[in-house]
């Protein structure tokens, strides 16, 4: 699933302030620098996480399966090998690399375990990964004012261990964190949101709904979506080595 990233390739980078401060967090347990070790990266996007990777590995493949982030991250971090790959189905020959990356990518797939799996098979013995992930209750502010048929299904932290395990992946440590981020708008959120492309490609709401949706949110007589008080928007998080 792609959902609309591609088609936001070329903002992505000035709305996508969350998916910065999640790599920097998640960055903070890479490895030290290898002359030997090789790193393939999934879900890469135009690179906020691959910066952090470039330069610690022998080898590094940074992919995604939207062709124009590729091109994104190929015009930004030209050192690093690009490749457009499905996370989901990689494709790529058992003991191919020694560390597999991902940040802000899982929490999209529909089947964690098969995904993990397919990854592990491409890990060389003794090889490790690490990724960081959007978990509940992310978004819960949002989450209240949508019909449960456009909620998105955040799983937990336990949840997120559990499919690690069933996958055949160690787990060594994990660690969560909760980041409050105060936006002027309710509308501001929403094109923060759609500005990276992080909207499932599903039927839009009824117009009796949308309605509804803006009576709630237009607060104390508020008649401008752009005047709406503050909305503070949760996010939260869990990597995992």
């Given at each position: 699933?792609?959902?609309?990233?591609?088609?936001?390739?070329?903002?992505?980078?000035?709305?996508?302030?969350?998916?910065?401060?999640?790599?920097d967090w998640v960055a903070e347990w890479l490895p030290q620098p290898s002359t030997s070790d090789t790193c393939l990266e999934f879900g890469a996007g135009t690179g906020h996480f691959t910066r952090h990777l470039s330069g610690r590995f022998a080898h590094l493949e940074a992919s995604d399966i939207a062709p124009h982030m590729v091109e994104e991250g190929e015009r930004d971090l030209p050192a690093v090998h690009w490749t457009q790959r499905d996370a989901w189905g990689p494709g790529k020959d058992a003991d191919f690399c020694s560390f597999i990356a991902s940040c802000s990518l899982l929490q999209w797939a529909a089947d964690p375990v098969t995904v993990l799996r397919a990854w592990r098979t491409l890990l060389q013995p003794g090889g490790r990964?690490?990724?960081?992930?959007?978990?509940?209750?992310?978004?819960?502010?949002?989450?209240?004012?949508?019909?449960?048929?456009?909620?998105?299904?955040?799983?937990?932290a336990d949840d997120w261990r559990t499919h690690f395990t069933d996958a055949g992946f160690s787990i060594n440590r994990s660690e969560t964190k909760t980041c409050n981020y105060v936006y002027p708008s309710v509308h501001t959120l929403f094109r923060r949101l759609h500005g990276t492309g992080a909207t499932l490609p599903q039927r839009p709401l009824p117009g009796e709904q949308i309605r509804e949706l803006w009576g709630v949110l237009k607060l104390n007589g508020a008649v401008d979506r752009d005047k709406i008080p503050d909305i503070r928007g949760r996010f939260c998080f869990i990597k995992g080595a």
């Amino acid at each position: 699933m792609m959902l609309k990233f591609d088609g936001k390739a070329a903002s992505y980078n000035s709305h996508a302030h969350i998916q910065r401060d999640t790599a920097d967090w998640v960055a903070e347990w890479l490895p030290q620098p290898s002359t030997s070790d090789t790193c393939l990266e999934f879900g890469a996007g135009t690179g906020h996480f691959t910066r952090h990777l470039s330069g610690r590995f022998a080898h590094l493949e940074a992919s995604d399966i939207a062709p124009h982030m590729v091109e994104e991250g190929e015009r930004d971090l030209p050192a690093v090998h690009w490749t457009q790959r499905d996370a989901w189905g990689p494709g790529k020959d058992a003991d191919f690399c020694s560390f597999i990356a991902s940040c802000s990518l899982l929490q999209w797939a529909a089947d964690p375990v098969t995904v993990l799996r397919a990854w592990r098979t491409l890990l060389q013995p003794g090889g490790r990964s690490l990724s960081g992930i959007y978990i509940d209750p992310s978004l819960p502010e949002l989450g209240s004012l949508l019909p449960s048929s456009h909620q998105f299904p955040w799983r937990t932290a336990d949840d997120w261990r559990t499919h690690f395990t069933d996958a055949g992946f160690s787990i060594n440590r994990s660690e969560t964190k909760t980041c409050n981020y105060v936006y002027p708008s309710v509308h501001t959120l929403f094109r923060r949101l759609h500005g990276t492309g992080a909207t499932l490609p599903q039927r839009p709401l009824p117009g009796e709904q949308i309605r509804e949706l803006w009576g709630v949110l237009k607060l104390n007589g508020a008649v401008d979506r752009d005047k709406i008080p503050d909305i503070r928007g949760r996010f939260c998080f869990i990597k995992g080595a």
